[in-house]
């Protein structure tokens, strides 16, 4: 059995537990928490970064939630989330990469670092600047979302791939956090309305991170 060392609010772990609900991968999750930088996870994954899964019978561990998936991606044929055209499988890619560097990198980051790193590591309060640049920069983000959900289908092409996958673990990151504002953009608020009901999903919306709580739409499919 996979086990996936995560903790509840990691978009990259969200991205693979996601891609293993729509191809029906049995897994046990073993909560990690990276800062804490655990020696027995540092000799799993040097990197120290999660998530991380493990199958102890195949002897097999894979790092890295892109490297994750194209391995799913690579040996179980059933839903497959990188599929088409050269051209079409490149351009998910493209996007896969865009929300786990930009939006990650822009949104997500930083919502993490002031709203839950720095209360659990630091006992802090946040910095409301850097929430609110991060706000502005989801809502641009979100422009470009609604942008090519008005010309196609899903994000990627014409049917669900791993680009909705990515994008929507790391949009649901910052929801729980307070850091999006749906206002104005009908487009995504559809296609997530979606997602949220998908069975994939729904474990994830019931989770809860100690210290921080969700606003009250979070986890209702008609927000
Ligand atoms: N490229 C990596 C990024 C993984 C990553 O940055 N994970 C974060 C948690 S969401 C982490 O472990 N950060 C280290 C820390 O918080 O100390 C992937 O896709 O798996």
């Keep these: 059995m996979w086990q996936l060392y995560q903790f509840p609010l990691c978009p990259f772990s969200r991205k693979v537990r996601l891609l293993l609900g ?21 000799d799993l994954n040097p990197a120290g970064t999660t998530p991380v899964m493990v199958d102890a019978d195949k002897g097999v561990t894979l790092i890295d939630s892109q490297a994750i998936c194209e391995y799913f991606e690579e040996t179980i044929d059933r839903f497959p989330l990188i599929s088409g055209t050269a051209a079409g499988r490149a351009e998910v890619r493209r996007l896969v990469a865009w929300f786990d560097q930009n939006f990650y990198g822009d949104v997500v980051a930083p919502l993490l670092h002031e709203r839950m790193k720095k209360r659990i590591v630091h006992r802090l309060s946040p910095d409301g600047g850097v929430l609110r640049e991060a706000m502005k920069r989801a809502n641009t983000h979100m422009d470009y979302m609604d942008y090519l959900l008005d010309h196609r ?51 994830l919306l019931s989770e809860r991170m100690e210290i921080v709580a969700p606003p009250a739409h979070y986890d209702k499919p008609d927000f």
Excluded at 22 to 42: H, I, N, Q, T
Excluded at 179 to 189: A, E, F, L
Aim: charged share 25%; net charge negative.
């Design 153 to 203: 289908s899903w994000l990627g092409g014409g049917t669900m791939s791993l680009a909705d996958i990515a994008a929507a673990a790391h949009l649901s990151v910052a929801d729980y956090l307070g850091g999006i504002d749906w206002t104005g953009h009908d487009p995504v608020k559809r296609w997530y309305a979606g997602f949220k009901s998908r069975p994939s999903f729904r474990p």
């Design 22 to 42: 729509e191809k029906g991968v049995g897994y046990d999750l073993v909560r990690e928490s990276p800062w804490a930088m655990r020696d027995e996870f540092l």
